[in-house]
T-cell receptor, first 113, second 114 residues
Framework: EPEVTQTPSHQVTQMGQEVILRCVPISNHLYFYWYRQILGQKVEFLVSFYNNEISEKSEIFDDQFSVERPDGSNFTLKIRSTKLEDSAMYFC???????????FGQGTRLTVV | AQSVTQLDSQVPVFEEAPVELRCNYSSSVSVYLFWYVQYPNQGLQLLLKYLSGSTLVKGINGFEAEFNKSQTSFHLRKPSVHISDTAEYFCAVTPSGGYNKLIFGAGTRLAVHP
């Protein structure tokens, strides 16, 4: 069964460093999303991406964040200068079209120290 | 804008007992409704969804949910739970007419005891 794959499963980084979280969506999907879940809190929408551009972003998704689909298969989330409060589980999701649900990856746990 | 309220942060229950996890939503437009489950140290898995049609929706693992438009609720039920149902359950909404960003509730931790 096709699935969304995220790497790495756990990343530890020092405050101020750049991190790139990687996702391989389901191959024929067109809609891509990043969500995050701070420990013990709700899952929050970060950004949606369609047709090679951001279609919507939340107030959390500030200039420190960027997304890219560099090669038609990967979908990445970059955090330029990490802060302690960026520590969270980051989920990638993809959807086939505007009327189907998104499928979530297993998540990347980011720990900023 | 949409919002989701899950009324119980934790629900303890004995194995083989019935359970109901409550979800209420607020929206000025029609919505699609979802329940996701998150097992320990795992990602989010779709349990069931309501898009349109019958208000009683059946999902995986014996779960079902009923959409009640007048009460703006989408409660999740299972007639007999197993130890393996211990997990975090999230209710979510998105405006209908297109799959957009999901707005999640805070989650309900279901703890099934032997």
């Amino acid at each position: 069964e096709p699935e969304v794959t995220q790497t790495p499963s756990h990343q530890v980084t020092q405050m101020g460093q750049e991190v790139i979280l990687r996702c391989v969506p389901i191959s024929n999907h067109l809609y891509f999303y990043w969500y995050r879940q701070i420990l013990g809190q709700k899952v929050e929408f970060l950004v949606s991406f369609y047709n090679n551009e951001i279609s919507e972003k939340s107030e959390i998704f500030d200039d420190q964040f960027s997304v890219e689909r560099p090669d038609g298969s990967n979908f990445t989330l970059k955090i330029r200068s990490t802060k302690l409060e960026d520590s969270a589980m980051y989920f990638c999701a993809s959807g086939g079209n505007a009327n189907t649900e998104a499928f979530f990856g297993q998540g990347t746990r980011l720990t900023v120290v | 804008a949409q919002s989701v309220t899950q009324l119980d942060s934790q629900v303890p229950v004995f194995e083989e007992a019935p359970v109901e996890l409550r979800c209420n939503y607020s929206s000025s437009v029609s919505v699609y409704l979802f329940w996701y489950v998150q097992y320990p140290n795992q990602g989010l898995q779709l349990l069931l969804k309501y898009l349109s049609g019958s208000t009683l929706v059946k999902g995986i693992n014996g779960f079902e949910a009923e959409f009640n438009k007048s009460q703006t609720s989408f409660h999740l039920r299972k007639p007999s739970v197993h130890i393996s149902d211990t997990a975090e359950y999230f209710c979510a909404v998105t405006p209908s007419g297109g799959y957009n960003k999901l707005i999640f509730g805070a989650g309900t931790r279901l703890a099934v005891h032997p």
